[in-house]
């Protein structure tokens, strides 16, 4: 091989600063939860657990933290099931447009999240559903249903139907044929899609906040609306747990699927 | 080949479309009437219909500054993360698997953590009593902070961070798809490093620096979180005043206008972007 085509120090040193800048917030997010100041310094002056245990003994901390867990949980279940099945039927071409079909169900990637946040917040106030937990639901399912079903059509198109049609010709009925053959198939693509859906709707903020009630609150949104009135080592600590929460979700995403192929 | 049967095709996608025509397209259609709604300070909401939310977003001297610091910002953070995206992104390129793969996960974690975590992260750096000034004032170097916050060197280098990992996963595969042999090629004919370069690498991933930079560009412009969270409640973009007017002040038609607004802006940039992707894919 020429000795050109190979990066240099020059390139390699840069490229290693960049990944170091990317990687510094992270760093200076957890030494903020275990520093005894409520302000950073570098070295930390003192260690510390205390943030901890004042957010996890925190009632409105942990409220947060369930309904971001099950607005997640949920969110993505429903949008594993609707997309699913509508990234079958669109792949195996069962119904006319397609692919108009498809745009529309990929068009909440492209509009901005916020515009969709007050759009809801308008359609919910005139029909009555404001701060009900089932809007926010359907909303977070509008957001993440793209990602399961760009996920599962991608999946799909690696499948060989002749593959479903022999087992119908060994005499299985359609969704026999669908879950026996291919869902296995598309399985590692779906498990990519549903991480990517659990994980946005854990992000959501532009979406949530304009649809929670006054009573309730999801993790980011406590977060983001907490900042105003000042930076508090608190939210160092909850930053801090979910920090260890997705790296530990991605090496487990990794172990399973080889997530990064999806990305 | 399996016989498409169109019933079972329908029930399949029916309850999916039916959440998105009812939450999805009712709700944005539902918002142009109101977005032509004339507001009245300390009335609110009238039955009249009017423009002017529209045309005040051009005309008044505080929405064109407005609209105008977010495209700054677009293109602010785009040039940035193309210019730290694209070294990386060629060392990866040319990287070992090994490395490669290393140092892949290493941009997806930070892309995969919370937006409002990295954006508290970088509160944590850049506030008046936040790390960088702590630190730059026990060294000597300055006597007072530096304002880094509600202001665009706060938002650029917030946003350049939180939108980098996008650009850099947008060039790798690009720059991966070019043959060895090409750039060997013209090394061969004696051709310098940096006329390689821009002779035969940087035409070779023209599109993927496009696709890299539409991408970064509308996520910022869209962009919310961070902007609200290193920018304040003074220093606003078109997203956190959208924001406001739904939950501050309540002027519900101005934010539905400016709401349209930002999403033509969005759609014309991906339109033109994406005609001319088109149109270098026909000519290569």
């Known amino acids: 091989m020429n000795a050109e085509g190979r990066p240099g120090w020059v390139l390699a040193t840069v490229s290693m600063a960049v990944i170091v800048f990317l990687q510094i917030p992270v760093l200076v997010v957890v030494l903020a939860a275990f520093s005894k100041t409520a302000y950073l310094t570098i070295p930390p002056q003192g260690l510390t657990l205390h943030w901890f245990e004042v957010v996890l003994t925190d009632a409105d901390y942990l409220g947060a933290a369930w309904t971001s867990l099950w607005l997640a949980l949920a969110s993505t279940g429903g949008s594993l099931v609707l997309g699913l099945a509508a990234a079958y039927a669109l792949h195996r071409k069962f119904v006319p447009g397609s692919e108009m079909l498809t745009s529309l169900v990929m068009a909440p990637l492209v509009l901005p999240s916020v515009v969709l946040g007050v759009a809801l917040l308008q359609y919910y106030t005139l029909t009555g559903m404001r701060g009900y937990s089932a809007g926010l639901w359907i909303a977070h399912v509008v957001i993440t249903v793209p990602y399961v079903v760009r996920a599962s059509l991608a999946g799909l198109s690696a499948v060989d139907p002749s593959l479903e049609d022999a087992a119908r010709v060994l005499g299985a009925d359609g969704p026999t044929g669908f879950r026996l053959v291919t869902l296995p198939l598309v399985k590692p693509g779906l498990v990519a899609g549903g991480l990517f859906a659990f994980i946005t709707s854990l992000d959501n903020v532009p979406v949530t906040v304009f649809l929670l009630s006054a009573s309730q609150s999801t993790l980011p949104v406590k977060i983001f609306t907490s900042v105003e009135h000042g930076v508090d080592p608190g939210i160092a600590a909850v930053s801090t747990l979910l920090i260890a929460a997705t790296g530990l979700v991605l090496v487990l995403a990794e172990r399973w699927t080889g997530f990064h192929k999806y990305v | ?284």
């Open chain 2, 1 to 284: 080949m399996s016989t498409p049967s169109k019933p079972a095709g329908v029930a399949l996608v029916s309850p999916l479309l039916l959440v998105l025509v009812l939450v999805f397209a009712a709700p944005v259609l539902l918002m142009l009437p109101l977005s032509l709604r004339e507001y009245v300070p300390g009335t609110g909401i009238t039955d009249r219909w009017t423009l002017a939310n529209y045309t005040q977003i051009f005309t008044d001297d505080y929405y064109r500054e407005v609209v105008v610091r977010t495209l700054e910002l677009g293109f602010g953070v785009t040039l940035i993360c193309l210019l730290l995206g694209y070294p990386l992104a060629y060392y990866m390129a040319r990287a070992t698997p090994r490395m490669r793969f290393a140092l892949t996960m290493l941009v997806i974690f930070p892309m995969l953590l919370n937006l409002v975590v990295r954006s508290f992260g970088w509160i944590a750096l850049l506030a008046n009593r936040g790390l960088v000034n702590n630190l730059l004032v026990d060294m000597g170097l300055i006597e007072r902070p530096i304002k880094m916050m509600f202001n665009l060197t706060g938002l650029l280098l917030g946003m350049s961070h939180i939108f980098l990992p996008f650009m850099v996963l947008m060039l790798v595969p690009v720059i991966q798809a070019i043959p060895r042999d090409v750039q060997n090629a013209a090394y061969t004919l004696s051709a310098s490093r940096p006329r390689v370069f821009w002779s035969v690498t940087l035409p070779m991933t023209a599109p993927g620096i496009l696709s890299g930079s539409i991408l970064v560009f509308v996520l910022t412009i869209s962009a919310l979180v961070t902007p609200r969270m290193l920018g304040g409640p003074t220093y606003k973009v078109m997203a956190t005043l959208i924001y406001d007017d739904f939950l501050q002040t309540l002027e519900w038609p101005n934010g539905a206008a400016l709401a349209f607004t930002l999403t033509a802006m969005t759609l014309v940039i991906i339109g033109i972007s994406s005609r001319i992707l088109k149109r270098w894919s026909g000519s290569a």
